[in-house]
C-alpha cells in the first residue's frame, strides 16, 4: 500500500496522519485558544456513504469522551487518496444532527397522520418478521419487496435475499443510470464504464465528472492529474455546469442530440482514416455485422469498413449543427483531438444525456463507437469494463438461485431493463392488481425523488396495496411520513460493509466499520458483539439487523433459510458480523492474508486497521489474454446486437441516433413548448441524506430555474421573480436566475433540494424542509407552503442562526413517468411551458394530476415490445441482473 505523505504535526493540514500514529493522535482543542489544550484521539478508518464512491474516512474519536470529533479522508485508500469533497467531512453534521432517529417508532395514528410512539427492536423484529413467515408460508413471496436507494454495499442485501428464496430486490437504477447501462452492456457486457483518466491524453465528459458525478471525488482527481500532465478535456453538457468550466472545450448540444454529435465524430475519424483498423478487426464482431447487413457481400474486412464508412456517412458536420444545434467545426475539433489521442481516450457518460432522453442509450453506443474505432478499450489512458476493476468478494457459502420471478419487479413489457422498474412500481400494483404485504424502503424516498410522487402517495396510503410499510433509514424522509414502522439504521460511521468501485485501473475494496464500535474493542482490548450499544441511541446497523430478522423468520430453521447467518464455530447461534467478514477476508481476497501477516495482524485486524486493501491488479488488455474477449453473446464488442435485432428492435441494431422526446423538432412552438432539465445535481449535495447536514445545506439550498437571458425577455421573466413552469401532469412555481450558462430554449432545475414535511415537528428535517399544506381533491394535490426555514431551538446552537428561508421546490413531483421501451430508463426531461407566475401563485406551489399521470403512463407503455423474445424467454439470459434467479425462471411459456 503507497504511502501517503505524513502529517508529522498538528500544523500540516494537508493529509491526515500516518496509520503509525492513529493509536494516540494530538491536536489542541480550537476551542479552547488562546489556551494551548492538548485532545487526544484514535484515529479509526471508515467508508463514506454519502455517495456510492466509497472514499475512505478517518474518524477521529476523542479519547477522553468515545465521542467522534470529525472526519478527514484516510490517507491509505488506494481510491480516494486521503482526499473527500465537501460531503465527506460533513457526515461529523449528520452523526451529531439534533434531529437525527434514535429509536424504532411504531405508527399510533392513521399513517400519514404523524402519529409514532417508540417502540423496541424486539417489538419490531417480531412483528415484521412474522409478517414475511406467515407470507412465505402462505405463498406470497412476491408480497415482500426491498426497495433501496443507495446499497452502499455489494453484496449483503442481495445474498440474503436469496436465501429468502424472494425475487423482491428493487432498486432505484432506473431512474439513474439504466439507459447509460444499457448501451455500455450492449457493447462490452459490463455496463459501465472505468475511464482510465490518470493515462488519458483527451477526456470527453458527458456527464459532471469534476463536480458530482459518478465517483466524484476519486475521478475528479484523476482527471485533473491527467490535465496536470497536459491532457486536455471536453465536456458535452447543454448547462454550463462547474466541470465545463474546467474544459478546454464546452459543447452545449441541445438535449438529446448527442449520439448524432458522437457519430458526427466517428463519421470523420472514419473519412479520414484516422482510425485503428488492427483493433477493429482483431476484437469487434464485424464478421456477424456485415452478415445481417450486407449478407449478399464477399464478407471481408475490406468491405465491413466500407460499409461502416457508408453507414455513418450521414452524419455531415452540416447535419450535426443543425440537430445539435452547434457550431459545424465542433464536430473536427473534437475528431482532431480524439485521433491524436488514439489509445489515451477517456470518457464518461452516466445520468447527464443518457438519463434525460428517449434512446439515451444509443448516446452511450454512440460513445462506445469512438473507443472501439481508437482502440481505447481496456487500454492505458483509454476505458475499461467496469468489471475489471470492481472487486466483490463474497462468503464460501452462498445460497442457491431464487426460483421465481416478481413481474411486480421485472414486468414483461421491459425485457431488456437495466434494471428494476421500480419507479413504475405504483402503475404496475394497479395494472397487476396485486398488493405488498411488507415493504421495505432503505435509503430510498421515492416520494420525493421518483417522477409521479403523488402516486407514490396514493400507493403509500392506500394499506389493502401496501400492508406493512417498513423505512429503514438514518433520518425523516418524504416517504418515511407514510412509513408503520421507522427504524433507525447507522449512519455511515455506524455500520459495516464492503466495497469496491472501479474508480481507475486499479483494485481496491473498503471496509466500512462502526467507529463507536470498533474504539470500544481498541479501548477494552475485547470483542465487541453488536453495534447496538456503540451507537447513538437506540441506532442499529443493518446487517445485524437482517441476521436477527431472518432469524425471526425462520426460528428453528425449518424454512433452511437461517442457516445461511448461522455460526460455524457456534452452532445455533446467529453469525456474527466479526465471523462473517473474517471468513471472506480470509479465503476470498488474493494478497490479503499475506499482507496482514507482514504486519502481524488478522486479515480482518487489517481491515479494521487500515480500512482498505489494495487488491494485487489482472491488468488491462485483459480480451487479449487467451483470446478472452468480451461476455457478449459473441465474444466480441458488438457493433450489431443480435440481441436488439432478436428482441423487436432490429432497427437499433447498430449504434445510432434516436431523437429524443425533447428533441426540438418535437416542440410545439405554439404552446411556446421549451425543454427543461431536472437532472443536474448539486455538488455538495445527496439526495435525500444531506438534509441533516447544516454545513452542506448553509451552502446549497435552492434550486432556481436557469434561463437563458433571451428566454427570459422574449418569456417576461425576470431575475429572482416566480415563474410557474407547466409539464404534462401538473406546475410548479421556482424564482427565476437568469444565466447564459444554458442553450436558449432550454431551462434547468436541480433535483436537489425543495425537501417538504407536512407535520410540524415530525416527519422532516426542520434545517431542510419547508412545511407544506397538501389540498387533495378527487386525484389532484396542490402543495402549498406554508412555512419556509426558520431559525429554531435545538441543541445545537447553530439551528438558531439559520439566515436562509427559502429550501427550494420538488419539481419532480411534477413529471409524469416516461419509461424508455428499451432501457427501462425514466427520460427525465421535460416538454415544458414556461411563464411568469400568475397573482394567485407563490413560491414553492406544486400541482399534479394522478389521473393525467396514469395516461402518460399508459402512452409510454404502449411503445413497448413485451416478453417473450426467442425461445419464450422473458428477458435474455446474458443480460445482467442484481439478483440472479434460476434459469429456468426466464421461460415465459412454461408458466
Ligand atoms: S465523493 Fe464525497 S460524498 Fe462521495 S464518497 Fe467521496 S467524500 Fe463521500
Redesign the pocket.
Known amino acids: 500500500m503507497g504511502k501517503p505523505d505524513a502529517r508529522r504535526s498538528p500544523w500540516n493540514l494537508s493529509t491526515a496522519p500516518d496509520p503509525e500514529r492513529w493509536d494516540d493522535w494530538v491536536e489542541l482543542d480550537a476551542a479552547a485558544w488562546p489556551r494551548r489544550v492538548e485532545r487526544h484521539y484514535r484515529c479509526i478508518p471508515t467508508i463514506?456513504?454519502?455517495?456510492?464512491?466509497?472514499?475512505g474516512?478517518l474518524a477521529f474519536v476523542d479519547k477522553e469522551t468515545g465521542e467522534v470529533r470529525k472526519f478527514e479522508?484516510n490517507p491509505v485508500h488506494p481510491g480516494?487518496r486521503g482526499r473527500?469533497?465537501?460531503?465527506?467531512p460533513a457526515t461529523i453534521n449528520q452523526v451529531q444532527s439534533p434531529e437525527r432517529i434514535l429509536t424504532p417508532l411504531r405508527r399510533v395514528g392513521p399513517r400519514g397522520s404523524g402519529r409514532y410512539e417508540k417502540a423496541t427492536w424486539d417489538e419490531a423484529l417480531d412483528e415484521i418478521g412474522g409478517r414475511i413467515a406467515a407470507a412465505f408460508d402462505e405463498g406470497r413471496h412476491d408480497e415482500v419487496m426491498y426497495h433501496v436507494g443507495r446499497p452502499g454495499d455489494d453484496h449483503f442485501v442481495p445474498r440474503m435475499l436469496t436465501a429468502w428464496g424472494i425475487d423482491g430486490h428493487n432498486s432505484h437504477t432506473n431512474v439513474c443510470s439504466a439507459s447509460a447501462r444499457t448501451g455500455y452492456a450492449l457493447w462490452f457486457g459490463a455496463d459501465r464504464p472505468s475511464p482510465d483518466y490518470a493515462q488519458a491524453k483527451f477526456i470527453l465528459l458527458l456527464s459532471a465528472h469534476l463536480e458530482t458525478g459518478h465517483?466524484?471525488?476519486?475521478h475528479a482527481q484523476r482527471i485533473i492529474d491527467a490535465k496536470s500532465e497536459g491532457a486536455r478535456i471536453a465536456v458535452i453538457d447543454t448547462r454550463l455546469s462547474n466541470t465545463s468550466t474546467h474544459a478546454d472545450h464546452w459543447v452545449p448540444t441541445w438535449p438529446g442530440s448527442e449520439a448524432a454529435l458522437l457519430l458526427g465524430v466517428a463519421h470523420r475519424l472514419l473519412a479520414t482514416d484516422r482510425f485503428d483498423a488492427e483493433f477493429v478487426e482483431r476484437w469487434t464482431n464485424w464478421r456477424e455485422t456485415l452478415a445481417a447487413v450486407d449478407p449478399g457481400g464477399d464478407g471481408t474486412f475490406e468491405r465491413f469498413v466500407a460499409w461502416l464508412k457508408r453507414r455513418y456517412a450521414e452524419f455531415t458536420p452540416e447535419f450535426v449543427a443543425e440537430e445539435c444545434r452547434i457550431p459545424a467545426d465542433t464536430v473536427d475539433k473534437l475528431a482532431d483531438e480524439i485521433a491524436a489521442a488514439g489509445g489515451r481516450f477517456a470518457s464518461h457518460l452516466w445520468r447527464n444525456a443518457a438519463s434525460g432522453n428517449l434512446g439515451g442509450w444509443q448516446i452511450a453506443r454512440a460513445l462506445m463507437l469512438l473507443h472501439v474505432l481508437t482502440g481505447s478499450v481496456g487500454r492505458p489512458g483509454g476505458v475499461n469494463p467496469n468489471s475489471w476493476d470492481k472487486f466483490v468478494p463474497k462468503p464460501s457459502d452462498s445460497p442457491p438461485p431464487i426460483e421465481r420471478w416478481n413481474e411486480l419487479i421485472w414486468p414483461r413489457e421491459y425485457p431488456l431493463a437495466h434494471y428494476e422498474m421500480s419507479f413504475l412500481l405504483p402503475h404496475l400494483l394497479r395494472q397487476q392488481d396485486k398488493k405488498l404485504d411488507v415493504y421495505f424502503t432503505r435509503v430510498y424516498n421515492p416520494v420525493w425523488t421518483n417522477p409521479d410522487g403523488c402516486s407514490w402517495i396514493e400507493m403509500l396510503e392506500d394499506e389493502e396495496r401496501v400492508g406493512c410499510h417498513v423505512a429503514l433509514t438514518p433520518i425523516w424522509s418524504e416517504t418515511a411520513q407514510w412509513a408503520d414502522w421507522v427504524l433507525p439504521m447507522g449512519l455511515g460511521p455506524e455500520r459495516h460493509d464492503l466495497m469496491s468501485q472501479e474508480t481507475h485501473a486499479g483494485t481496491w475494496i473498503g471496509f466500512r466499520q462502526p467507529v463507536g464500535r470498533e474504539f470500544r474493542r481498541l479501548e477494552t482490548g475485547s470483542p465487541v458483539d453488536t453495534t447496538l450499544g456503540s451507537n447513538p441511541g437506540e441506532v442499529w446497523e443493518e446487517a445485524e439487523f437482517w441476521i436477527a430478522l431472518t432469524w425471526r423468520i425462520d426460528p428453528d430453521g425449518a424454512l433452511g433459510i437461517r442457516r445461511w447467518f448461522e455460526s460455524k464455530s457456534k452452532p445455533g447461534q446467529p453469525r456474527s458480523l466479526d465471523e462473517y467478514y473474517a471468513d471472506i477476508f480470509d479465503h476470498n481476497v488474493p494478497g490479503l492474508p499475506e499482507a496482514a501477516a507482514e504486519a502481524g495482524l488478522t486479515p480482518l485486524e487489517y481491515m479494521r486497521r487500515y480500512g482498505a486493501f489494495e487488491v494485487p491488479y489482472a491488468g488491462q488488455r485483459r480480451y487479449e489474454k487467451d483470446d478472452a474477449g468480451f461476455p457478449t453473446p459473441s465474444g466480441r464488442l458488438e457493433v450489431f446486437s443480435q440481441t436488439l435485432s432478436e428482441w423487436g428492435h432490429a432497427d437499433q441494431a447498430l449504434p445510432g441516433y434516436l431523437r429524443s422526446h425533447v428533441h426540438w423538432r418535437e416542440l410545439d412552438d405554439r404552446r411556446g413548448e421549451m425543454v427543461l432539465l431536472p437532472t443536474f445535481r448539486l455538488p455538495t449535495l445527496?439526495h435525500t441524506r444531506s438534509g441533516n447536514a447544516k454545513w452542506l445545506q448553509e451552502i446549497s439550498h435552492t434550486n432556481p430555474l436557469w434561463v437563458h437571458p433571451a428566454d427570459a425577455e422574449r418569456i417576461g421573466l425576470v431575475n429572482g421573480e416566480l415563474a410557474r413552469v407547466r409539464t404534462a401532469i401538473g406546475y410548479f412555481v421556482p424564482r427565476v436566475w437568469v444565466t447564459e450558462g444554458i442553450h436558449p430554449g432550454v431551462v434547468a432545475c436541480s433535483h436537489h433540494v425543495g425537501r417538504w414535511r407536512i407535520h410540524r415537528d415530525d416527519g422532516g428535517d426542520k434545517l431542510s424542509t419547508s412545511l407544506v399544506d397538501i389540498e387533495r381533491k378527487e386525484r389532484s394535490f396542490l402543495f402549498r407552503q406554508k412555512q419556509g426555514l426558520t431559525p429554531f431551538e435545538s441543541r445545537d446552537p447553530d439551528t438558531r442562526r439559520v439566515w436562509w428561508s427559502e429550501v427550494g421546490v420538488n419539481q419532480n413531483l411534477t413529471f409524469p413517468v416516461q419509461p424508455d421501451p428499451v432501457s427501462g430508463m425514466h427520460c427525465w426531461h421535460q416538454k415544458v411551458v414556461v411563464e411568469p407566475a400568475d397573482g394567485e401563485d407563490r413560491y414553492g406551489d406544486v400541482f399534479v394530476d394522478t389521473a393525467a399521470a396514469e395516461k402518460v403512463y399508459r402512452d409510454w407503455l404502449a411503445r413497448t415490445v413485451p416478453a417473450p423474445g426467442p425461445g419464450g424467454l422473458r428477458r435474455p439470459t446474458w443480460l445482467n441482473r442484481p439478483l440472479h434467479p434460476a434459469k429456468q425462471c426466464y421461460q415465459l411459456k412454461n408458466e
Open positions: 463514506c456513504f454519502n455517495c456510492e464512491s466509497a472514499c474516512l479522508g480516494s473527500t469533497c465537501a460531503k465527506g465517483y466524484f471525488n476519486p445527496i
